[in-house]
């Protein structure tokens, strides 16, 4: 466990760019981009009462003339606003989640190629490390590690906005941060997107294995390798499909791409559940995004036999992954 524990705080030294600093920058200018527009409205009056529209459970609520909408906001209305801002805030942190995939995917891909291209890997070899430890810290780094320190920021540039969003509302004298702050769901939103990394870690396993198995594998263009070759089979795959509808069957290319070349590449992106409509997206009609019903969805679709499969194709290809660093050190 010590061991293991190095090697996580070496990975993180060495990787700290595109763990922390990419999304941290990505935090930062959204902060920013949404404070200025929030300060410009402000200062130029396009946030007065005339100009802000409401829309609450669907129903648009509207001000005109220049008095306050705080008018408008008694206490029930004022609660229900804060329920669906404390509800569906952490939302405004999604566009940081992009950043993960694209970290997490060149992250893997280089971590053991680069490894035997600098001939470092001589030196680690030469340490009291197993090839095991080694490539499951780069996978504990990449599946664990980047997706907590990701919600992390993700949650505090959220929680940002929403109280630049509350400055904005007392601007038209309406005082939402004491249900805001008050509401339950404002805090238990990060717990839930952190209570998700598991079924992430199963959802991304073929992705980041195929990832592994490459870098571990490919001397050189490990970039071509690993989306490369998907692609090329796609391509032949239809091509395949094409030829046999002419005689009346088919292999079901389609299926395969779905299924299994899409997973190897974009396995790594947060709610890829969701993606395929295999797991529906939960909604309330007056809440927005139930945060909770999102996480118990997450985790009911473990009960598809595709993500078990899909594992158990991951875990193979990293198992074939830290057999072949054991011999393939050369440049």
């Known amino acids: 466990m010590n061991t293991m524990k190095w090697l996580l705080r070496r990975e993180f030294w060495e990787h700290k760019g595109g763990f922390v600093w990419a999304p ?20 130029t009056g396009k946030l007065d009462g005339d100009s802000v529209t409401i829309t609450i459970g669907g129903e648009e609520v509207h ?8 008018s408008l906001a008694d206490r029930h209305t004022r609660n229900q606003i804060a329920d669906v801002a404390a509800n569906n805030y952490i939302a405004t942190g999604a566009p940081i989640f992009i950043v993960l995939p694209v970290v997490a995917f060149f992250y893997c891909l280089g971590a053991l190629y680069d490894d035997r291209r600098d001939r470092s890997i ?20 990449a599946l664990v590690l980047a997706p907590a320190i990701t919600v992390v920021i993700a949650s505090a540039a959220a929680f940002l906005i929403l109280m630049l969003g509350g400055v904005a509302a007392s601007h038209q004298g309406l005082n939402l941060f004491g249900p805001v702050l008050s509401n ?24 980041a294995g195929w990832l592994l198995l490459v870098s571990s594998w490919a001397k050189s263009k490990v970039f071509l390798w690993a989306v490369g070759l998907p692609l090329i089979a796609a391509v032949l795959l239809k091509w395949m499909d094409y030829l046999l509808a002419l ?19 974009l396995g790594l992106v947060p709610g890829a ?4 409509g ?34 158990a194709a991951g875990v193979a290809m990293i198992v074939a992954a830290i057999r072949l660093r054991r011999w393939r050190d050369e440049g």
């Open 122 to 141: 001589l030196f680690w070899k030469s340490l009291p490390i197993s090839d095991a430890t080694t490539v499951l810290s780069k996978l504990v780094t």
């Open 278 to 311: 295999g797991t529906a997206l939960p909604f309330r009609d007056q809440h927005g995004v139930d945060m909770l019903s999102v996480l118990s969805a997450s985790w009911g679709s473990l009960a598809r036999p595709e993500l078990w499969v899909g594992a």
């Open 247 to 265: 005689y009346g069957t088919t292999i079901n290319a389609d299926w395969i791409i779905n299924n299994v070349l899409e997973t190897l590449l």
């Open 24 to 43: 941290l920058i990505a935090a930062a200018l959204m902060v920013v981009l949404v404070g200025g527009m929030i300060g410009y409205g402000i200062s």
């Open 63 to 70: 001000r005109a003339g220049s008095a306050k909408i705080a």
């Open 184 to 207: 339950v769901n404002l805090y238990l939103s990060p717990v839930y997107l952190l209570a998700m990394i598991p079924v992430y870690i199963l959802w991304a396993l073929p992705c």
């Open 273 to 276: 559940w969701f993606m395929d």
